[in-house]
């Protein structure tokens, strides 16, 4: 595995950590894990601009476990001040098993295409709970957020090539 991988990965997770563990607001913090998402890829891109980071599978693992690590962050914090009701909280508990279950099944085939059934919307959804109230405008937020994020899991894991680093 690439070293500069691998200080991506604990920066981000001390980062995730370090916000986990802040004094600062439930919603903030979420927030920040959330924005932390970027963190790895933007100090890796910093030194080498030409690489497209969606195209390495040894990031493509990293940052799935970061992500996941960053989740179940969130999800503590939610569950802990009780930010959503019990309901949507048991919904964004099955989303985050399904996509757990979902990155499993893709480094253990080695298929990152199957991505597009194991789409990621842990953070989109939690969010939509927290801040829209309206059922019409929820439903309709949710399927715009949906296909974008269905053509992002196509673009970013669908019919690539694979790069070396």
């Given at each position: 595995m690439n070293k500069e991988f691998i200080q991506v990965f604990y920066i981000?997770?001390?980062?995730?950590?370090?916000?986990?563990?802040?004094?600062?607001?439930?919603?903030?913090?979420?927030?920040?894990?959330?924005?932390?998402?970027?963190?790895?890829?933007?100090v890796y891109r910093l030194k080498h601009k030409d690489v497209k980071l969606r195209l390495v599978e040894e990031y493509q693992?990293?940052?799935?476990?970061?992500?996941?690590?960053?989740?179940?962050?969130?999800?503590?914090?939610?569950?802990?001040?009780?930010?959503?009701?019990?309901?949507k909280f048991k919904l964004l508990t099955y989303l985050l098993i399904y996509r757990i279950i979902g990155c499993f099944i893709v480094y253990k085939t080695k298929n990152r295409a199957l991505f597009?059934?194991?789409?990621?919307?842990?953070?989109?959804?939690f969010l939509l709970f927290y801040f829209i109230k309206n059922k019409k405008l929820f439903d309709l937020l949710f399927?715009?957020?949906?296909?974008?994020?269905?053509y992002v899991e196509y673009s970013f894991h669908y019919n690539i090539k694979k790069y070396n680093v």
């Amino acid at each position: 595995m690439n070293k500069e991988f691998i200080q991506v990965f604990y920066i981000r997770l001390i980062v995730q950590l370090l916000i986990f563990y802040s004094n600062i607001n439930p919603i903030t913090k979420i927030i920040l894990i959330f924005i932390s998402d970027n963190v790895d890829s933007e100090v890796y891109r910093l030194k080498h601009k030409d690489v497209k980071l969606r195209l390495v599978e040894e990031y493509q693992t990293v940052d799935k476990i970061n992500d996941i690590i960053g989740y179940i962050l969130c999800h503590d914090i939610i569950y802990k001040n009780k930010l959503i009701s019990s309901d949507k909280f048991k919904l964004l508990t099955y989303l985050l098993i399904y996509r757990i279950i979902g990155c499993f099944i893709v480094y253990k085939t080695k298929n990152r295409a199957l991505f597009l059934l194991f789409v990621d919307l842990y953070k989109e959804v939690f969010l939509l709970f927290y801040f829209i109230k309206n059922k019409k405008l929820f439903d309709l937020l949710f399927i715009a957020v949906l296909f974008i994020k269905l053509y992002v899991e196509y673009s970013f894991h669908y019919n690539i090539k694979k790069y070396n680093v």
